[in-house]
């Protein structure tokens, strides 16, 4: 009985022994592999897999209804300068819907990542310079180019003073243009319809971000959401209420009374 006791226990420990062999020359594999890849990469291979926010969500919205009206009206126009300036406002626009879907998974990035996060966005803005006064529709571009750099208000402490002085900025030119084309519908609608947009933006800001954009605190590092593939649309959010047009001329015409001429 003793010896078959031996010979048992010596199966037993041959069994472990194999085992034993077996994980040692796993362990080293699974961590030579994952030692290749940067924590970094690693993240970034698993996606942010999380519903759009909220505030992703809202201003897509301003992409898909007011931005695209806007063009439309712009086009009617038919000035290459003017066509132009608006690509760049998509552009513009574009570039700072990106960047709030990082804000929306990633955490607050030190100052030299956030410029490089902020970069598509003010690569637009810069590239949308002060029109010659030379140019037939001096007006109709410099009200762009003044309302487009309040897509700046996203690195603003408190952005709605901001983006509201450049709206004001905006809707003075945008008044001479109409008040220049007096009568012309085509030239009217441009107006009107890019006040709207940069008020429907304030609006925007004043709803999610009048404290400035908030970063996830447990998000991932902003350079990794960047180049993360974004997730899957979420069900549609609600929007800002849209600006009623017919108020807001009036409320342009009386409210540009007394500023610089």
Known sequence: QMADRLESLVGRLEE?????????????????AVAEQPAAVQAAKADVDVPMAPFVEAYAKLLQGPLVTFEKAASALKSAPVTKAVE?????????????????VAKKPEPQDLMTVCQPTADAMAEINDPSRAEPLFNHLKAMAEGVQGLGWIVQPTPVPFLEQMVQSADFYGQRARMAH???????QFV??????????EAYVKEFHRTGVVWNPKGVAALVARDAKPAAAAPAAAAPAPVDRDALL????????????
């Open 16 to 32: 472990v022994t194999v085992r034993l062999e077996r994980v040692a020359g796993i362990v080293p594999e699974v961590a030579a």
């Open 88 to 104: 760049l406002v998509r552009r513009g626009f574009a570039a700072q819907l990106e960047m709030l879907r990082v804000v929306s």
């Open 182 to 188: 007096k009568g012309d519908d085509t030239h009217v």
């Open 192 to 201: 009107v319809l890019w006040s709207a947009l940069m008020h429907d933006l």
């Open 250 to 261: 009036a409320g342009v015409s009386g409210g540009l009374k007394g500023l610089r001429k």
